[in-house]
């Protein structure tokens, strides 16, 4: 066996010298790196180790010997265990100051433009309490349904009722739901047998209507008393209109099967964005964090500096609201997105808002841009809003020989960002501006919007 300068279970006193894009402090004991939760730079600490593997280790703080002036009281140690705000030791100022850090490496390694600013990310003055959205396990705990957070790196669950960052009206409905569940005697999956039947509940509420979605994911499609569950759901939180049993039969970490049905109410809920006003399904992508997405299109409006024949593309665009937010101020918007749901969606929100001007089509973006290619449609605007992995080498290929003026790239994923501006480059786009807009307080997670002009 190799010699390791630390043993598992070795008690010693280290200096943290850096933050991981984890959220780790980061200590070096001759040479070899340790990853300790819950410690910042500047601070000392009494550890024990954890782990040792092969290039680093793990450590656990036994004692505090000094800490960092940018800590800030940390609200609850199990969002730390659990990941669910890996940053709320840090000082807000300071998360901002981290993530802007973040662009600004790999935008110089990955990217290699070192020469770009990167300005400071835009924060929220109430930086909890925002998330319009939860996904919740649930398993069975001292014989009783259990809601909380998985522990890092495991299945093991956290029981947890205040969950800091979520709408805290969204927490109560979880405690709500889940005692309900309780009286009901349904039965918490089990995820090692692969037996019981309730997997997640997942909770969605408007930021503006207040409407609320409950979604029971279940192993089987027979729900006993399932439509009675809805309504007692409905009666004691008025809010939620709409209850759907999602049915997920698979072995997996996917928390959303295939198919669905309406328990109660509608299919979707009502949110508004920048005045207008949107239906969202179970399965279509919408933003998180809405107040600060409002802040996110806005910034991303301004640079694309819009005006009445623009022809715009607004691709991965989820249920719409990016295209159908500026199309009163262009010619034309056309987008496209792969989940045939959230399409549908698009194209009710189009409607809804009366927007004409709109059209969305159920594709993959490198699939769809070179037909448009050789149709000869022109955009002079291109959105795009890729999930983490980013684009696709041959969308960016194809989106340069559509040749728009600007592009306004943004990303929920600063490596594979710096990865595509890197090959916009190649194709003569130059990255103008870099605003990272935090849609995450408390997590590591960046958002940036950045502005591509054509060289
Ligand atoms: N613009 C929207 C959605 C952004 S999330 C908003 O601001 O809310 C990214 C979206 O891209 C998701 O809806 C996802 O389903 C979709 N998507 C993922 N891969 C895609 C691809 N290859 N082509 C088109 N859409 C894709």
Partial sequence: MKNYPVKKNQELEVDILDLSHEGNGIAKVDGYLLFIENTLPNERALVKVLKVGNKFGFAKVMKLLQASPDRQELPNEALLRTGIAPL???????????????VENVLAKIAKLPEITVNAPIGMEKPFGYRNKAQIPVQKIHGELTTGFYRKNSHTLVPIEDFYIQDPNIDQAIIKVRDILQRFNVKAYNEEAHEGFLRHIVVRRGHHSGEMMVVLVTRKPKFFKGEEIAEVIHEEIPEVVSVIQNIN??????????????????????????????????????????????????TAFKMAQLSENDVVVDAYAGIGTIGISLADRVKEVLGMEVIPEAVNDAKANAKRNGVENVHYFIGKAEKIMPQWLREGIQPTVVFVDPPRKGLDASFIETTAAVKPERIVYISCNPATLARDLALFAEEGYVTKEVQPVDLFPQTTHVECVVLLERG
């Fill in 249 to 298: 039969e698979e072995k997996t970490n996917v928390i959303m099967g295939e198919f669905e049905r309406v328990l109660y109410g509608k299919s979707s809920i009502d949110d508004q964005l920048l005045g207008k006003t949107f239906q969202i399904s179970a399965k279509s992508f919408y933003q998180v964090n809405t107040a600060q997405t409002e802040v996110l299109y806005q």
């Fill in 88 to 102: 709320s030791h840090l000082s807000y100022d300071k998360q901002l100051a981290f993530k802007q850090q973040q």
